[in-house]
């Protein structure tokens, strides 16, 4: 395959990277707040700041998988990981691969290139014709 073949499956391939990151995502927030799959933290106490956490983790990774109002779900997402980051991953240790934090970079990241990047093909903003 050469690299124009490649080039040619790039936007299918922006339709899976959300879908993926969404699914992983949206399992932090089913943990917090469905208990699934089980975790050794318990649920956080409703309308706490891990609860709200759990609660964005959940619908905007569903809306995300979709991909319904995909841009400004993500911009939104991509901002709550940097906070996230900031506050509970980066006053543990300065290096992300000993604080725990070097999925929530990840998240950060990916979800803000879906913001300017779109959602791709195979979402329900493209079959609408949505700018979202």
Not at 52 to 57: H, K, Q, R, S
């Given at each position: 395959m050469n690299t124009k073949q490649l080039t040619n499956w790039s936007p299918?391939?922006?339709?899976?990277?959300?879908?993926?990151?969404?699914?992983?995502?949206?399992?932090?927030?089913?943990?917090?707040?469905?208990?699934f799959p089980a975790s050794e933290r318990g649920m956080p106490?409703?309308?706490?700041?891990?609860w709200?956490?759990?609660?964005?983790?959940m619908v905007g990774g569903a809306l995300l998988v979709i991909g319904l109002f995909s841009r400004p779900v993500a911009f939104i997402l991509s901002g709550m990981m940097a906070v996230a980051y900031w506050m509970?991953?980066?006053?543990?240790?300065?290096?992300?691969?000993?604080?725990?934090?070097?999925a929530a970079i990840l998240f950060c990241f990916v979800f803000l290139y879906i913001f300017f990047a779109g959602?791709?093909?195979?979402?329900?903003?493209?079959?609408?014709?949505?700018?979202?």
């Open positions: 299918q391939m922006l339709s899976v990277l959300r879908i993926v990151s969404a699914l992983i995502f949206m399992a932090h927030g089913t943990q917090k707040l469905l208990g106490e409703t309308f706490s700041l891990m709200f956490g759990g609660v964005l983790e509970f991953h980066a006053p543990q240790n300065f290096f992300p691969t000993l604080n725990g934090g070097d959602p791709g093909p195979w979402s329900v903003d493209a079959k609408r014709g949505s700018g979202f």
